[in-house]
Nanobody
Framework: QVQLVESGGGSVQAGGSLKLSCAAS????????MGWFRQPPGKEREGVAA???????YYSPSVKGRFTISQDNAKNTVYLQMSSLKPEDSGMYFC??????????????????WGQGTQVTVSS
């Protein structure tokens, strides 16, 4: 049974940083895709960053240069380092995973497994 557990969310002022973690159980190994999505209140879920096989990374234009996704296969954990945070980065952040290649890695339909989310709030 696959389980994804996010942590690291919180409240921060604009310009600050947060690091999110997603610990996976029942899921690991190589050649898998994992992603981070966010959903602001009243808005649709959007892809933020994704990583394939621990090295090929993809970013939404809105976060490129500010966010970094990484993966520690030994710990079965994916991270999202967020810097220069803006109020518009606020929302519930979800971790997602799927086996193999996600052909459109920032699209939620590509992912089979989801975590419960962790809240990020950026104040101005």
């Amino acid at each position: 049974q696959v389980q994804l557990v996010e942590s690291g969310g919180g409240s921060v002022q604009a310009g600050g940083s947060l690091k999110l973690s997603c610990a996976a159980s029942g899921f690991g190994g190589s050649r898998n895709s994992m992603g981070w999505f966010r959903q602001p209140p009243g808005k649709e879920r959007e892809g933020v960053a994704a990583i394939y096989d621990g090295f090929a990374s993809y970013y939404s234009p809105s976060v490129k240069g500010r966010f970094t996704i990484s993966q520690d296969n030994a710990k079965n954990t994916v991270y999202l380092q967020m810097s220069s945070l803006k109020p518009e980065d606020s929302g519930m952040y979800f971790c997602a995973a799927t086996r193999g290649v996600a052909r459109d890695p920032l699209k939620s339909r590509e992912y089979l497994y989801w975590g419960q989310g962790t809240q990020v709030t950026v104040s101005s």
